[in-house]
């Protein structure tokens, strides 16, 4: 069901996500992690395209770091409602 949506890295929250989760990147880009925060806060979509985004990257994906980017994107959004 879910290829009748499309690619989950189409929207502008998806875009941002593989950007963030990109295994060419040295290290957490928090700016862009507090950017994708605020995207999804921002729309009615932005959670459901952040949850696509992330599970795709995350599932069956064997390349660690992108793994563990994604990851830590997952969790900024759940700390900055404190």
């Known amino acids: 069901m879910e290829f009748l949506m499309g690619n989950p890295f189409s929207t502008p929250v998806g875009q941002r996500i593989e950007n963030a989760t990109g295994s060419s990147l040295p290290a957490e880009d928090w700016a862009l992690n507090m950017e994708i925060c605020d995207m999804i806060n921002s729309s009615e979509e932005g959670p459901r395209d952040a949850v696509r985004a992330l599970k795709k990257r995350i599932m ?17 959004p759940a700390s900055r409602v404190f």
């Open 60 to 76: 069956g994906n064997k390349n660690f770091k992108e793994v563990m980017l994604a990851l830590t994107v997952s969790l900024v």
